[in-house]
């Protein structure tokens, strides 16, 4: 399983949308498009970096805190 | 004095329309005259049994003879008080507005109706947002927890309940719970748009007193008022989703805004690329367990602690 199914299966878990996602990714200032980011959640993650990986992993994260579980999806070294 | 040709003038003696009273002349007897009169008038009287005949045809109601200018009158009456409708749903706005006015039109157009709800379905979840008598939202409610009724079969099914023979006996418990509350029947309509997919946007259900207290024009006027509510609701729906859109965009922008100013200060004050700083922030909202947004704001304030995060 790719990071981007990884990520997408932490998604699911905090019941949040790929909507949603993709704009909580866009408000911590998240530059790639909507249609990269289904890529990436679909296991096509070949054209990202990994700090724009991070910036998806502290959208889930931050979601996990909002309701109150204690679980955190791993960050990606750079 | 210029004429205009055609036109009869003084000297023409008297203008006789009927062509075979023109036609005698002066050579004709009384006698010739009044037969031709009498011929007149009974071509006359063929003429207006025509016509009723005609009319007849048009209105078409079992041969029945009915007045066409009242019904003229009617039809006027119902497309004016429709387009009104239309205009005044519309202008409501929110959703909810929008089912508040239906409710109380629905309360006003449809004859037997003495009291009115709207039944929504918000994932699994029935509701009645409006209603114009408690009563209403009790019988509603007894439906929503037994999950059965006249109002839920009309939402999820998109076709009318309630008026059929027999009503009483497909949801016995329901009826006898409605006749409790004084409610003798009722008419439930889904909110849809003539020919297009079932959308399950909800229901507008009218209780009456009376038993059997809806006729075939009532279900036919609530109909048309569904299909209005249903245009209605759901532009209403895109408007309330468009503002919503707009919300997370501009509330999303302020975010990028503020992050990248904290971004933009962490870089110039520790010598780091953009990625790094983010790293910073990330951490700083970790061990903070803040949002990383609100760390950021907290820096560019001057009042968060962030070296090195």
């Known amino acids: ?78 | 004095m210029s004429t205009i040709e055609g036109a009869p003038r003084p000297d023409d003696g008297p203008i006789v329309a009927d062509s075979n009273l023109a036609d005698a002349g002066t050579d004709l007897t009384l006698a010739d005259r009044e037969a031709l009169i009498e011929a007149r008038e009974m071509r006359a009287a063929q003429r207006e049994i025509e016509l009723d005949e005609r009319e007849r045809q048009l209105v078409g109601e079992r041969g029945n003879t009915i007045d066409l200018t009242e019904a003229e009158d009617d039809a006027r009456a119902i497309a004016t008080s429709f387009a009104d409708i239309a205009v005044d749903l519309f202008a409501a706005g929110e959703l909810t507005e929008v089912m508040r006015r239906i409710v109380e039109v629905a309360n006003v157009v449809v004859a037997g109706c003495d009291m009115a709800s709207v039944t929504l379905l918000e994932g699994e979840k029935f509701s009645t947002p409006v209603y114009t008598h408690t009563n209403a939202l009790r019988v509603d409610e007894v439906q929503y927890s037994t999950d059965e009724g006249p109002c839920i079969e009309a939402l999820l099914t998109g076709t009318v309940h309630g008026t059929a023979p027999g009503w009483r006996a497909q949801w016995p418990e329901w009826a006898a719970k409605a006749e409790e509350a004084g409610l003798g029947s009722v008419l439930a309509v889904p909110l849809r748009i003539p020919n297009t997919t079932h959308l399950r946007l909800g229901a507008v259900n009218m209780y009456s007193r009376s038993k059997d207290g809806f006729t075939e024009t009532d279900q036919e006027t609530a109909l048309i008022l569904s299909a209005h509510a249903a245009i209605a609701a759901v532009v209403a729906r895109e408007r309330m989703e468009k503002d919503d859109q707009e919300r997370t965009f501009q509330e999303a922008l302020s975010s990028r805004d503020v992050i990248g100013q904290a971004k933009g200060m962490l870089m110039e004050r520790h010598r780091i690329s953009a990625d790094e700083a983010f790293d910073a922030l990330r951490r700083s909202s970790q061990g903070l367990n803040s949002k990383l947004r609100d760390v950021a704001h907290d820096l560019v304030r001057g009042t968060g602690v962030s070296q090195d995060g």
Not at chain 1, 27 to 41: D, H, I, M, P, T
Request: proline share 1%.
């Open chain 1, 1 to 78: 399983m790719t990071a981007g199914e990884l990520l997408d299966r932490a998604r699911l878990n905090v019941h949040l949308s790929r909507d949603d996602l993709y704009w909580r990714y866009f408000a911590l200032g998240g530059s790639a498009r909507r249609s990269s980011v289904e890529k990436l959640l679909d296991g096509h993650s070949d054209a990202w970096k990994p700090a724009e990986v991070n910036i998806l992993i502290q959208a889930v994260n931050e979601r996990y805190a909002e309701i109150g579980k204690r679980v955190l999806v791993a960050y990606v070294n750079h």
